[in-house]
């Protein structure tokens, strides 16, 4: 599970992250209010999957492919737009930022290397800091509401005030899913949809799940580890 999940995100996040470099250079912002919708966007798209995840394991029981293809459908669902719209971040940024092309040389080195530290940081403190601290979804929350933080700022110094306070809404989305139901989260679907497939809905399903009470559910820096319980008082990962 964990080779599949891995191979998935990265894959799915590295392609993203291209095909939106590739899409939007080609494509010229107008001004820093462009820059502002862009990253209001990328924040909704990084809210939505939050809203919406607990609905992913009873939609992944409808179909019928293996576990590796569930896994990429998943990371798919869940990364592709937010990594298409990241992609296109660094062009943009750097067309703002060196308008002639006599300075083209310096905007994108600077940039670039802001991009790689940034990169760094955030890798380290997610894995390191922010997992183990806020959960998975605690820190997706905080990244949207990082970038609708920054949105609001670039719309707001184009004198765009209204827009602005728009942009601030998928950080608040965001924040109001920032937990979940964590029977849900280890419902192990991408293995496990074959044998609920005879669920008629989605509240027979949770019905189904919710047999199996959660005695413990916590992130560490390591894995996420979650303790269930059956009706019969058999405990088990």
């Known amino acids: 599970s964990t080779v599949f999940a891995f191979t998935a995100s990265v894959a799915v996040v590295l392609a993203g992250l291209a095909v939106g470099s590739m899409a939007f250079s080609r494509r010229r912002p107008e001004g820093s209010a462009a820059l502002g919708w862009l990253l209001a966007a990328l924040a909704l798209a990084v809210a939505l999957p939050l809203a919406f995840y607990d ?23 869940m990364a592709a737009p937010a990594a298409l719209l990241m992609g296109a971040v660094l062009p943009w940024a750097v067309t703002l930022a060196a308008p002639a092309e006599a300075h083209l040389g310096r905007a994108v ?4 290397a802001a991009n790689t530290a940034g990169a760094i940081i955030g890798a380290a403190a997610a894995g390191l800091v922010l997992l183990p601290s ?23 110094r184009a ?7 728009a942009a601030l809404a998928p950080g608040v989305l965001a924040l109001l899913f920032r937990s979940g139901n964590p029977r849900l989260e280890a419902s192990g679907m991408f293995l496990y949809a074959r ?16 047999r199996d009470r959660v005695v413990f559910h916590e992130t560490g820096r390591d894995a996420t ?13």
């Open 109 to 112: 080195g600077t940039l670039y």
């Open 55 to 77: 609905t992913l394991p009873y939609a992944l029981t409808r179909f019928r492919v293996s576990p590796a293809d569930v896994a990429f459908l998943g990371a798919a669902v």
């Open 159 to 165: 004198g765009r005030s209204g827009a602005a306070l």
């Open 195 to 210: 044998y609920y497939r005879e669920a008629a809905s989605a509240a027979d399903f949770a019905a189904e799940l919710g």
């Open 225 to 237: 580890v979650t303790v269930l319980e059956s009706p019969h008082n058999e405990r088990f990962l």
């Open 134 to 156: 806020w959960g998975w979804r605690g820190t997706l929350a905080a990244c949207a509401a990082g970038y609708a933080a920054l949105a609001a700022t670039l719309l707001a």
